[in-house]
DNA sequence: CCAATATTAGTTATCATTATCATTATATCA
DNA sequence: TGATATAATGATAATGATAACTAATATTGG
């Protein structure tokens, strides 16, 4: 049998911090934020947890083009636009989900379970701040 | 003026072991292969001569979706399918290159210049080779 | 062949993420 | 409600991939 979860103040202020908020933080961005309300926690519980949350599909993680990873409160797998200059990540309303996956499915040697689209460019703040 | 290129051995080696197979290894794949001929080439090389022909267009970097980084000997982007059990990466020949690219922009507030597809499941060695 | 300089080998540094472990907090049940 | 079992934490050390540094070497145009 698994190990009863404990739902500790740490991993609800986590979860709660990215739920409320629509951009895409690293980790070490949620936890600056949390910090201010649980000043001590730890750098650990915050991976822990993050990785705890995605497991328990409470979350997503969003694998990371280059650098960090990102997490999202929306457990619902869509797709993604990164900023190439400040590195944001925000989301873009396109579902080709099960189509996609179908279609490699068919191409591919072996068993296709998803996929995700990371597309690029420099976002709308970065673009029109073109200074230099 | 920018500064003249000088196409040492080493260099060479990498671009031809990675040209020379279809699949798409990491650094140390690279590295480890290289030294079959080259037998003190540093690993700190190889690094750099990936991301010097990666930049001037020789060859691909492949976001990697968790791990290390995997290269494509074929520069021209395409897309890719990772198996979650052994890491693999493989080539997937579907083409929505310009399509998909252009209706994120359409919705993304900000310039979308291009985007990344990784497929996942499990490949069909690791599929057929199912002990336990 | 020589000189100018791009590139290398070897090493150390950096950055994000994990593991370790003694201590603390949480949930359960008497 | 309060004792108890154990999951979770905080602090820190460890890891793994990649980048930076520097003196020595190799490459190329003249």
């Known amino acids: ?3 009863k979860v404990k739902y500790s103040r ?4 986590i979860l709660n911090e990215l ?22 926690i730890s750098l650990g ?3 822990r947890n993050l990785a705890f949350l995605a497991q328990n599909g409470d979350i997503l993680k ?3 083009t280059m650098g960090s990873e990102h997490f999202d409160g929306n457990p ?3 797709y993604h636009f990164k900023c190439n200059v400040c590195g944001s990540v925000s989301d873009v309303a396109i ?10 499915g068919k191409l591919v040697d072996g068993v296709v379970t998803g996929h995700t689209i990371m597309f690029e460019g420099k976002c709308g703040l970065c673009d029109s701040t073109c200074r230099k």
Do not use: F, G, W
């Not at 579902?95 to 490699?104: I, K, S, Y």
């Open 19 to 40: 739920k409320s908020r629509c951009d895409h933080p690293t980790a070490d961005v949620i936890y600056a934020e949390v910090r201010k309300t649980i000043p001590n």
């Open 76 to 78: 619902v797998p869509h």
């Open 45 to 47: 519980t915050v991976y």
């Open 62 to 64: 969003i694998p990371a």
């Open 1 to 3: 049998m698994q190990p």
């Open 95 to 104: 579902d080709l989900m099960p189509t996609l996956t179908e279609m490699a």
């Open 10 to 13: 740490q991993r609800l202020a």
